[in-house]
């Protein structure tokens, strides 16, 4: 888990640093793609936090059964703002 400053925003607008970025690893899996698994990963961490920005898919793996991919797993970062 990592935090970060986040500015870029402000700084387009001339503007100071206003926030504050956390960063969670989540793993999900998904039976129809790897977006869908993508997507499950953001809805899973929707659930206990509030303020996603963003997703970083860092790794995606297959379970393949009788020379078929039956199941799609990925493993992501997930960053949202912190409340002050």
């Known amino acids: ?3 970060w400053i ?5 700084q387009a607008r001339g503007e100071k640093m206003s926030s504050i970025v956390k ?3 989540v793993i ?3 039976s129809k793609s790897w977006d869908d698994a993508a997507q499950q990963a953001v809805q899973e961490a929707a659930k206990t936090v509030e303020g996603i920005t ?3 898919v860092s790794s995606m793996k297959g379970v393949v059964e009788k020379g078929k991919i039956v199941r799609y797993r ?3 970062k997930v960053s949202f703002v912190v409340k002050a």
């Open 23 to 25: 960063v969670i690893e």
């Open 6 to 10: 986040s500015n870029s925003a402000d």
């Open 54 to 56: 963003e997703i970083w």
């Open 74 to 76: 990925v493993t992501a």
């Open 1 to 3: 888990m990592g935090t």
């Open 28 to 30: 999900a899996e998904s």
